[in-house]
């Protein structure tokens, strides 16, 4: 009986030996964590810690758990990336975004986006700096080709497919293409908030062109602008050259009209701004 109760007590200390291991594991990887964390936020202008911290938190076994502040910031700066139409937006939504990174500075994805928004308001030494940060965590950063001498700019109407699900890089958002004869209908979608429409109009070969009254975001979070928009597939079917100018005039509802006029009052005239949509996973 002795031998028995020897043995089976060795079995569970062999056992518990490798779950002791697991567990000295993830609080030496959770004290190293932590400590990266509070040297970044003390100081936060170093690139090199963030990259460490960035590193660090890339690799963990188990990954450092988003913060729900963080979430909601990030939320708002997609919801105001999404509408934006001129620099001033754009630079909104980059703010929103790096509120995010201050509660979360591992979480990779808010850099990658807000490059996405620096370049599109034209500050692209601090969107290089955001990339750079998206690469120290194992992301791929694509940058657009250069386009080729020579290339015609209208591309052929010949083969166009707009099949499958496109974005721009954005986590969430993807936008669908509904096409029925030369009728356009833009959907999108994100995580599991409803579809809405984009817009609708004309499509004829590798352009289209259409329009958006706006109304309530797809995220529940603000209004989208009333816009008109314009664009083309590339000629291999990979990218969706997409252009959207504020059009306060198509607002459907007398707040809509208001709010995008107010847009212009604030920040002048608006001007066409471009995203390149690629084909992307459905989340």
Known sequence: M???IICAAAVLIARAQPASAAESAYAREQVKFLKLLTAVT??????ALRSELIRFASGMAVKPKIPVEAKKYFIKAMAVHLDAVNDAEFDKAARLYGQAIKIAPWWTQCYYNRASALEAANR????AEDKQFY??????????PAPAEGRPV????????????WGSGLDCWRYEFDIRGDDLTIIMHCWDFPKAVYG???VKGRRFEG???????GTGVGTRSPIRFKGAINNDNTAIEISSILAPELADTEGAMSAAREQVRVFGEPSWQTQTWRHMARD
């Open 135 to 144: 690469a120290a965590g194992g992301g791929v950063v694509k940058e657009k």
């Open 211 to 217: 329009s958006s009254p706006g109304g309530i975001s």
């Open 124 to 127: 692209h030494e601090e969107a």
């Open 42 to 47: 003390d100081d936060p202008d170093s690139p």
């Open 200 to 202: 609708t109009g004309k």
């Open 154 to 165: 209208v591309p052929r109407s010949e083969g166009a497919d707009y099949r499958g699900n």
């Open 2 to 4: 002795i031998k028995i």
